[in-house]
């Protein structure tokens, strides 16, 4: 049994994630292109960036880090306000459509290149506020352990089940397990998905076969969602309970990200299925973990 280490702001930003928001696994190269404009120092835990660029060049953006929130704007304008005043923003409003403000002051800018749905950023800035005047900021950032049984084999087993693999063919359903993923396919959905080189993939169901890349990928550390213009991990402990349901050919994932399922092989009702039993899977194998954001995340679930 493992135990898993997180914190609250990481698991209410992973719950509101969206393309371009990075939570955790920041890409290097947009990692190191923002810390030189944001100036973060050292001692400075970085927690989540949203990319406020149209081509993703990090250079202006949200970052949420251990010591608040700071921001810089395309005018070039910056700021930050810290955990501690920011649980006494009393109203975050928008104004001009793009301009986000903290009770009379003017803050970050949500717009212009950026996709993140600034009525989104809104809510999540709402629930961090509501958990600082219900709790504080200290656990807020406080680092909590959950117990997990996760394995990579019974990832495995139940990813065999759903596959359709023919040894002498292409797969049927754009699924593959284990040993079944060609050495140069993994190379390709690594680079695509941006994996780091020590995380371990279960299985890669793809969605998009003319691309070849764009799909799902099962790792035991969680699952990755990526195709253009969306790109999402969820960990395990926030996938368990994350919403999923189908519209038409399109999965519904999370906060309103819609991952496209028009040119997959299987079946979309069997790959919500597969999800689902992914889901229950993981639940069954967490023991019980503190859970103070599930009320804060889920009061606008579909909203």
Known sequence: ??????????????????????????????????????????????????????????????????????????????????????????QITVQNKVEVHFDDRKACLIGGGNTYPISLFIELLTSIRDFLNEYSHELLLKQQNVSSSVTYNDLKNISTLFEKYEEAFEPNNGLLVDKHIPSDLKKKIIKYFNLQANKEIVAFLCTFPLKKTDGIIIGENGI????????????????????????????????????????????????????????????????????????????????
């Open 1 to 90: 049994m493992n135990d898993i280490k997180f914190n609250y702001l990481t698991e209410l930003c992973l719950r509101y994630q969206q393309d371009k928001f990075f939570i955790g696994e920041i890409p290097l190269s947009v990692l190191s292109k923002a810390n030189k404009r944001f100036n973060i120092s050292s001692d400075e835990e970085v927690i989540a960036f949203l990319d406020c660029t149209m081509f993703g060049s990090g250079k202006v953006g949200v970052y949420f880090t251990d010591k608040g929130i700071r921001w810089k704007n395309l005018s070039g304008e910056s700021g930050n306000i810290e955990w501690t005043q920011f649980g006494k923003v009393d």
């Open 224 to 303: 990755y969602f990526r195709e253009t213009f969306v790109s999402l991990y969820y960990p395990w402990y926030v996938f368990r309970t994350l919403p999923l349901y189908l519209s038409a050919d399109e999965l519904i994932i999370g906060k309103n990200n819609i991952f496209h399922l028009t040119h997959a092989k299987m079946e979309g009702t069997e790959i919500l299925l597969f999800l689902k039993k992914l889901q229950e899977y993981v639940n069954s194998v967490y023991q019980s973990a503190p859970s103070v954001v599930d009320d804060l995340y889920s009061v606008n679930t579909k909203s």
